[in-house]
């Protein structure tokens, strides 16, 4: 956004050569504007690349809209579409942190952010694990486009009294979409979602409806009504 932003710590050094301001702080040092604050001991501002890089661990907190947006029908497969219908729920402003114990990079003209290394999300009622999350943010509206979250995924929810568990190689969400598509590959991606195990190549779901899509050769294992009584 092009609100004001401001910074906070205790040593501000400039690099005239690379044009690089290195903000310095312990235990961290702050940037914050209307909808973002990050934190870590180490942040770095490149005024050439417009690019903010953190090479030590932080935490991102950010305030963004993840309501989902329609998308053309001739984008969409037709499978899926049926199975998951576009929602028009109202706009919704979410808080999500992101940790991480790798890097960090923000690039301002595509609004790409990277994170690396044991990597946590979190938002109410969900925690998101893997090694390397790339998060788009439209400009626009300060929302999250596309979340694509890579290796050693993980991903817990609760709804209501119950809890969904995905684990896969690779997790994608967007806001041309109502759902969530996992992918994995020795082993596949499994979803566990109260008395139903389903493992596939490819697995869609919805955070807002009890709805799921497997794809490719996979297997599921249910609990009858006798097991679940035991």
């Known amino acids: 956004s092009d609100g004001e932003k401001n910074a906070k710590g205790e040593t501000l050094t400039w ?25 870590a001991p180490t942040i770095m501002f490149s005024k050439v690349s417009g690019k903010m890089d953190v090479p030590v ?16 029908k001739e984008e969409t497969n037709e499978k899926t579409e049926i199975i998951f219908e576009s929602s028009d729920k109202k706009t919704v402003y979410d808080t999500i942190t992101i940790d991480w114990n790798g890097k960090m990079s923000f690039k301002q003209d595509t609004n ?41 995924v993980y991903l817990i929810e609760k709804k209501g009294g119950s809890i969904r568990e995905a684990r896969g190689d690779k997790l994608i969400w967007a806001s041309t979409r109502d759902y969530t ?5 020795n082993p596949l991606a499994t979803v566990i979602d109260e008395d139903m195990q389903v493992s596939a190549p490819k697995i869609i779901f919805s955070e807002i409806e009890d709805k799921m899509l497997a794809e490719g050769k996979g ?6 009504s006798s097991e679940k009584d035991d």
Do not use: R
């Open 112 to 152: 790409l952010a990277i994170f690396e290394e044991d990597v946590i999300v979190t938002k109410e009622n969900t925690k998101l694990y893997c090694e390397k999350l790339e998060i788009q943010f439209d400009n626009e509206n300060d929302s999250v486009e596309e979340l694509e979250a890579t290796t050693d």
């Open 219 to 224: 297997n599921l294992i249910a609990k009858t």
């Open 57 to 72: 661990a932080g935490q991102l907190t950010t305030l963004v809209n993840l309501k989902s947006k329609k998308q053309d």
């Open 181 to 185: 598509v996992l992918y994995g590959n």
């Open 15 to 39: 690099d005239s050569e690379k044009e690089i301001a290195i903000l310095e702080d312990d235990p961290v040092a702050e940037f914050f504007d209307d909808k973002i604050t990050i934190t």
